[in-house]
């Protein structure tokens, strides 16, 4: 079965440049969600989106932004990059569905370097 | 707001060994609760569920049951396996808060040959 698809898988940045991290969810499903996961540290929610649409924002930093586009991918840009926003960033997606739990699927994420 | 807390790790055990990987939360309502799984260099699995008061979730081996009276969803295995090795998260959504998961600190289990 096709699995939330993320790149890169790794990516090498230095400090103050950006970042473009991309993700494209199961097929039908409608949503999106972006997590970060420091080192050692559990993943915690950034932002989602609902039919291309923000959804939900957690503790994203102003200096990140993210989008999803019609085909339902969805991008995660990264400016001015500090070296605290290393982490590996998760995307996962779910299919909306009255009533039902929405289980949500995780890629097997970016880990971002800055150096 | 909304938190969840897991016993801190390492965990070693040798296989077949009993597991057994706290899990409280605190949140508004009655939140679904969720087991996922990480291994070595992957994402996360989804390894069980439970979206009710009393319900059991399980998986491969696992279970937990939603328990409201404790707030807990305490993660079980009768008899690991060294394939078992990885960092297991607990995490809940809270349904009047949308759709995002909050998750605990993960655990990590280290089975022995």
């Known amino acids: 079965a096709a699995g939330v698809i993320q790149s890169p898988r790794h990516l090498i940045k230095e400090k103050r440049e950006t970042a473009t991290l991309k993700c494209y969810p199961i097929p039908r499903h409608d949503t999106v969600y972006w997590y970060q996961q420091g080192p050692g540290q559990d993943p915690q929610f950034l932002i989602s989106f609902y039919e291309k649409m923000q959804s939900d924002k957690g503790s994203i930093p102003d200096r990140f932004s993210a989008q999803q586009f019609s085909d339902y991918h969805s991008e995660l840009n990264m400016s001015s990059l500090e070296l605290g926003d290393s982490a590996l960033y998760f995307c996962a997606s779910s299919r909306y569905d009255s009533g039902k739990e929405n289980i949500q699927y995780f890629g097997a994420g970016t880990r971002l370097s800055v150096l | 707001g909304d938190s969840v807390t897991q016993m801190e790790g390492p965990v070693t055990l040798s296989e077949e060994a009993f597991l057994t990987i706290n899990c409280t939360y605190t949140?508004?309502?009655?939140?679904?609760l969720f087991w996922y799984v990480q291994y070595p260099g992957e994402g996360l699995q989804l390894l069980l569920k439970a979206t009710k008061a009393d319900d059991k979730g399980s998986n491969k081996g696992f279970e937990a049951t939603y328990r409201k009276e404790t707030t807990s969803f305490h993660l079980e295995k009768g008899s690991v396996q060294v394939s078992d090795s990885a960092v297991y998260f607990c995490?809940?959504?809270?349904?009047?808060?949308?759709?995002?998961?909050?998750f605990g600190g993960g655990t990590r289990v280290l089975v022995k040959p």
């Open positions: 949140a508004t309502g009655y939140p679904s």
């Open positions: 995490a809940l959504r809270a349904k009047a808060a949308g759709n995002k998961l909050t």
